[in-house]
């Protein structure tokens, strides 16, 4: 098992920034890709950035290319993103996951409990 604790967010004004946090505990060395996914409200959750644990090989949605940044940190078992520029429509829950065997995607086996972000104008 794996478990993700997610933290950093928050409300900010559009144009600022934020940095997410997911610390992953437990058979962390099963782990494959971890990454980011967003729900906002009346909408389907859509991924956001993944980045392979062993190599650091990343992979972000295009609209966040440019703007949010996922980096690891292996010693803390700790993943980030960097969200620089933010809009209002980035506004919503930033869940962690991830996954033993391929990308992150909305079927990864492992989930935090999510963290609240939002830009208002």
């Known amino acids: 098992q794996v478990q993700l604790v997610e933290s950093g967010g928050g409300l900010v004004q559009a144009g600022g920034s934020l940095r997410l946090s997911c610390i992953a505990s437990?058979?962390?060395?099963?782990?494959?890709?971890v990454g980011w996914f967003r729900q906002a409200p009346g909408k389907e959750r859509e991924f956001v950035a993944g980045?392979?644990?062993?190599?650091?090989?990343?992979y972000y949605a295009d609209s966040v290319k440019g703007r949010f940044t996922i980096s690891r940190d292996n010693a803390k078992n700790t993943v980030y993103l960097q969200m620089n520029s933010l809009m209002p429509e980035d506004t919503a829950v930033y869940y962690c996951?991830?996954?033993?065997?391929?990308?992150?995607?909305?079927?990864?086996?492992?989930w935090g409990q999510g963290t609240q972000v939002t830009v208002f104008s």
């Open positions: 980045i392979r644990w062993n190599d650091g090989n990343k």
């Open positions: 996951a991830a996954d033993k065997w391929r990308l992150v995607n909305s079927r990864s086996e492992y």
């Open positions: 437990g058979r962390t060395s099963s782990v494959y890709t």
